[in-house]
């Protein structure tokens, strides 16, 4: 890897920058001022969403902009869009877990209309199979639902490609979620709490 | 720039097996390691501070640049801005500010969180290690209190530090309860793994992606409740009263370029760190917003600071490849048992000792020549990935699956290759001063998270952050909801900000700095432009 300038286009500019950048710090190379889409840094909070074609190449894929290599003649788009969710739950809602299912399917119907399209997964930067999470999800399966998704950065590129409005983000991270409120009770855990109730530890300051 | 071995030999040093493997011997002095070679101690970066509370004592410089700074904003600029009304306004969506005003709405608060990006754009969604609370048999909160003291060199506040290790448990119970999962043994037990410098195994984690996981659920949370959100909306400016009491802010709106007032009862400021100010020059761990706004905002308003010249220089960020530098490799990857190796293939330190000596053993290492160069000049040392992947099949695939994914964006097979680390700004370890509740010393201002001060003395513990924002996010957020039945506010100005150019010009400082930062330099963005 040396530090060859290369020429890549941003939102419809050239650039000639190292090959050595990401993305944003490309842009930021060339003087632009970018803020928007931009957050960690480091692919875990999804602000940084991209289409990127390689040279050559006809196939638009979605990256994210913080994790993605400049290489010569690659053309990218920031994507700088809100991706609102419309559904509304209250885990405290859920008094009974043999209720869930059909909880579920009362927050979220459009979920059981998956067309099976592929969109979500195809546009998922991190390479989770969301359309079977989606339909594990339809069928009760949450943990397993909920382990697809651990990944997700949520950045919301499932959502917008989804015919259905099915919001696919918000589905999986409803089964982790409704997972760890009826089924993590770690006896550890509640040992200590209980220890610490009946007052057996003081911290002793000094 | 001081030579070391290419990078290529050391590779071909580290596969030919040279070098000692076996543990070196216990560093003797380490008071001494630390004022040699740890970055808080170099020479010339410390300056007196000359206004504000904490007048007279030290501080790095670059911190004081903009303590001592004038405000953006004046009463011009606040003609025609837009009003808001709350009981009570959270600066910062990262995990502090989500705890706040969860706890805040839950006891029926009218409640604004504004913040500088995105709801959950920060530090706290990069956490990787875990969180600690001491819920392990052999473990007690003593044992726990005693690690935090011990690890800071003592320079904690006891009272701070006894609530933070007796809400572990319970913090731990209301993440669960609001959704967020940790990784288990096959009968349900929560795992844990040990932090450097501490006791006992003691921190619970969601593979090495403890931060994503509490960030995502944290945002669904109060997305899902009553608390209204604002995005790309920067706080600029605190509002007083006519008694001096916090009273709102003054936010400046991205994507309306225009400036809002929000008149509160109260507010808890949770603004996290102060990464990309790039200390020293450093590279970072944090994320794009970490300016240090929080701590500018506060002294201005007459809170005092504390241990603001001690900040964490995590051991291993990535040196390789550049693009990547400062990208942090979590310390559960040393817990796991992955020693650090300089370029002539020997271990240089216990990986377990507390972050600043493991850190301060780096900086040596490169220091004396036994350091690694790449070709684009960046130094570090190999953080040993593919002994501890042959010694624990499948370990890296199982504990530390963000690692891999990273190494595959750079070409990198971390269980193939050693990864090169150097280290990184990662923590503010002081901040603003408070007590038990987030309270400052300025009545009506709280201040919970990275930002505030006094829990981690001169050194945190892996783990004991993520903790704290909980901890200290929800007793702010209830504490500051039992002020909204009194009185509210007759007066909202920007008054003090006149005082602070009267003192600047008394001390005979520069006008021409402005603060807050809000965005660091290289993002060619202001919001005068
Ligand atoms: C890479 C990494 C790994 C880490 N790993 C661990 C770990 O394993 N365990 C652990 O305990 N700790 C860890 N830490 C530390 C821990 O994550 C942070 O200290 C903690 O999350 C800080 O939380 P916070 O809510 O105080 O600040 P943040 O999460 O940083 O949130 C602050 C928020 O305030 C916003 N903001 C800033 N300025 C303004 C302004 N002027 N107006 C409005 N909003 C503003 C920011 O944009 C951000 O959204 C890690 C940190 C990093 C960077
Ligand atoms: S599942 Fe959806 S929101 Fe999550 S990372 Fe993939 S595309 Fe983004
Ligand atoms: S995009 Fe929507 S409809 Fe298509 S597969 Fe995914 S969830 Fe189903
Ligand atoms: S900036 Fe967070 S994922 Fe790219």
Aim: charged letters at 20%; a negative charge; proline letters at 4%.
């Amino acid at each position: 890897m040396g530090d060859r300038d290369i020429t890549v286009n941003i939102n419809g500019k050239d650039i000639t920058v190292p090959a050595t950048m990401s993305a944003i710090q490309a842009v930021w190379h060339a003087g632009h001022p970018r803020v928007h889409g931009v957050g960690c840094l480091e692919g875990v909070c999804g602000a940084c969403k991209v289409f990127v074609r390689r040279a050559g190449r006809s196939i638009i894929t979605t990256e994210l902009g913080c994790q993605t290599m400049v290489e010569d003649g690659m053309q990218i788009i920031f994507l700088v869009f809100p991706t609102p969710n419309h559904h509304t739950y209250q885990l405290d809602d859920f008094k009974n877990s043999w209720d869930t299912q059909a909880q579920f399917h009362q927050i979220f119907p459009e979920a059981a209309h998956c067309r099976h399209c592929g969109g979500c997964t195809k546009s998922c930067p991190v390479e989770i199979d969301v359309e079977h999470g989606v339909n594990l999800a339809t069928e009760g399966k949450f943990r397993e639902a909920g382990e697809l998704f651990l990944e997700c950065v949520m950045c919301g590129l499932c959502l917008t490609s989804c015919p259905e409005e099915i919001t696919p983000n918000h589905v999986g991270l409803f089964c982790r979620r409704i997972t760890a409120y009826f089924h993590i009770r770690p006896s550890n855990l509640i040992n200590r709490l209980e220890e610490i109730r009946k007052g057996e530890y003081r911290i002793v300051e000094g | 720039m001081s030579e070391g071995i290419p990078r290529k030999m050391a590779l071909q040093n580290y596969f030919k097996g040279k070098g000692s493997r076996a543990l070196p011997p216990e560093e003797v002095d380490i008071a001494n390691l630390l004022e040699e070679y740890h970055p808080d101690y170099y020479e010339d970066t410390l300056v007196t501070l000359q206004t504000g509370p904490n007048k007279g004592e030290r501080c790095h410089k670059d911190l004081a640049a903009i303590l001592q700074a004038d405000a953006l904003i004046d009463d011009t600029d606040l003609a025609g801005a837009f009003v808001h009304e709350t009981d009570l306004l959270v600066i910062g969506g990262g995990g502090a500010g989500c705890a706040a005003a969860l706890a805040a709405a839950e006891n029926g608060a009218r409640v604004i969180l504004s913040t500088k990006l995105r709801l959950g754009d920060s530090n706290t969604v990069m956490a990787e290690g875990g969180i600690q609370a001491s819920i392990e048999s052999g473990d007690t909160p003593m044992m726990h209190y005693e690690d935090t003291l011990k690890s800071g060199h003592f320079r904690g506040e006891s009272r701070l530090i006894a609530a933070l290790v007796m809400d572990g448990p319970e913090v731990i119970r209301w993440l669960i309860q609001k959704g967020m999962q940790f990784d288990q043994n096959p009968f349900g037990d929560l795992l844990t793994r040990r932090a450097g410098g501490t006791s006992h195994d003691r921190v619970v984690y969601c593979r090495d992606y403890t931060g994503l996981e509490m960030m995502r659920v944290l945002r669904e949370a109060v997305r899902n409740g009553k608390t209204e959100v604002l995005e790309y909306s920067p706080v600029v400016e605190l509002l007083t009263n006519e008694t001096g009491h916090c009273a709102g802010a003054v936010i400046f709106s991205l994507d309306r370029a225009a400036y809002l007032l929000i008149k509160a009862r109260s507010v808890i400021m949770a603004t996290g760190g102060i990464g990309r100010l790039h200390l020293n020059g450093f590279p970072t761990s944090n994320h794009f917003g970490a300016t240090a706004d929080g701590l500018v905002l506060a002294y201005r308003l007459g809170a005092r600071l504390k241990d603001i010249d001690s900040f964490q220089y995590h051991p291993t960020g990535m040196a390789y490849p550049a693009s990547m530098a400062g990208s942090l490799i979590t310390e559960g990857v040393r817990s796991a048992g992955a020693h650090l190796l300089n370029g002539l293939g020997n271990r240089f330190i216990d990986e377990l000792k507390q972050r600043d000596c493991v850190t301060a053993a780096i900086l040596r290492e490169c220091a004396e020549g036994r350091g690694i160069v790449t070709d684009g000049g960046n130094r570090g040392v190999w953080l040993d990935t593919p002994t501890l992947e042959r010694e624990n099949p499948g370990i890296l695939e199982r504990r530390f699956p963000k690692l891999l994914q990273r190494g595959k964006i750079c070409n990198i097979d971390p269980a193939g290759e050693p990864m090169l680390v150097y280290p990184t700004l990662h923590y503010q370890n002081g901040g603003v001063e408070i007590d038990e509740n987030g309270s400052t010393t300025v009545p009506g201002l709280y201040a919970v998270g990275e930002v505030s001060g006094g829990i981690h003395g001169r050194n945190r513990i892996m783990g004991n952050a993520l903790l704290e924002i909980i901890c200290f996010g929800r007793r702010a957020g209830n504490k500051a909801s039992e002020t909204i039945h009194g009185r509210g506010h007759k007066k909202f100005t920007i008054e003090h900000t006149k005082n602070l150019s009267r003192e600047l010009t008394n001390a005979g400082l520069s006008m021409e700095i402005k603060s807050p930062t809000l965005f660091p330099d290289y993002a060619n963005f202001g919001i005068k432009q």
